[in-house]
């Protein structure tokens, strides 16, 4: 009995690490995406190559994907590989946030490297970026044709992340059209 | 010793230069408005650092977050409504002090809790330490008589 007693305050413990674990792990994963499932937010901003003004009408004709880049984002030209298969495979359409960045540095980088966007928009300033939580780059939406955040993606976007996070609830998207 | 004091020392200085180099570039029009951009960028977690307020980060995220709280300040918003702002974006994560929720409630009342435990664990165990010399006590008293018997028989024989 006396034993039990001693082992008590362990026991006692690791309930409390599980208990905040249960409660507060979760929170987290919803921390990072609390624009999840809302609207996406408006903007007015300048398109990267040509200056036209771009604005949230015109990302959410189809379901889409945007992506916060960066030519001073290591981990950007991590998965620039894996946008541009995405680009030749997937119909769906993939537009760029160039986030504080330098105008001619981006347009050099992407003629360089290859574009896999449409278009990028020109945030120099991270207003759309502070609108969406963004703190870095790089990172992934995925925008529903009534331009509602269904899929947020912190860091590099590979194949596993792509198979995982997006491709459901692209098919959900589908099933809803149906 | 006189090494650690001294790197002890280093870290007192360079901390208080981290946050003083921040807090020249905000300009306000009157002195309350900058007192409440300080205090609230001491409130508020960057989000980029994780362990550090927006005030002691020079992360480009806390750079932004900054200037949009000068910007909602001059535009005469009130510190509830910044809340929102930074909240509705980032998330609980960026609030040092959580609000209270379902699921958040066991940081609120969780070291309450676990101190009524400590309490009650401390008096409990007090509680049999103190009976156990007085076992102790019986158990010589006994060990004596028993003693003292054996003797008697040792003798007798």
């Known amino acids: 009995m006396n034993r039990l007693t001693h082992y008590l305050p362990l026991a006692l413990f690791i309930l409390l690490i599980l208990g905040l674990f249960t409660f507060l792990h979760r929170e987290e994963s919803d921390l990072r995406s609390v624009l999840l499932n809302k609207d996406f937010p408006n903007f007015s901003l300048s398109r990267l190559d040509n200056g036209e003004i771009i604005t949230k009408d015109d990302l959410i004709e189809l379901p889409s994907l945007l992506n916060v880049w960066a030519t001073w984002c290591v981990a950007c030209l991590v998965e620039h590989p894996f946008l541009m298969e995405l680009r030749n495979e997937s119909r769906i359409k993939i537009y760029g946030l160039n986030y504080k960045d330098d105008r001619n540095k981006a347009l050099k980088l992407l003629h360089k490297i290859g574009d896999p966007y449409e278009f990028s928009i020109f945030d120099k300033e991270g207003k759309l970026a502070i609108d969406l939580g963004v703190y870095g780059a790089p990172e992934t939406f995925l925008i529903d044709n009534q331009g509602i955040i269904r899929v947020r993606h912190v860091g590099v976007l590979t194949q596993e992340v792509w198979e995982q996070k997006f491709k459901s609830a692209l098919s959900e998207l589908k099933e809803d059209e149906n | ?157």
Request: hydrophobic fraction near 40%; charge should be positive.
């Open chain 2, 1 to 157: 010793m006189k090494i650690k004091l001294f790197i002890c020392i280093l870290f007192i200085f360079s901390l208080s230069l981290q946050s003083e180099s921040t807090k020249e570039v905000y300009g306000f029009a009157n002195e309350i408005d900058q007192e409440r951009f300080y205090t609230l960028v001491d409130t508020y977690r960057c989000p980029k650092c994780q362990s550090s307020n927006l005030a002691g980060s020079n992360a480009p995220i806390a750079k932004d977050l900054k200037r949009e709280i000068h910007r909602l300040i001059e535009e005469g918003k009130t510190d509830e409504q910044i809340e929102v702002f930074l909240s509705s974006r980032y998330g609980d994560f960026i609030l040092y002090k959580p609000a209270l929720r379902k699921n958040t409630l066991i940081l609120w009342i969780g070291p309450f809790a676990l101190f009524l435990l400590i309490i009650f664990f401390v008096v409990g165990w007090n509680i049999t330490s103190k009976r156990q010399p007085k076992d102790l006590e019986a158990e010589n008293i006994v060990k004596a008589i028993e003693r003292t018997r054996l003797k008697k028989l040792v003798e007798d024989e």
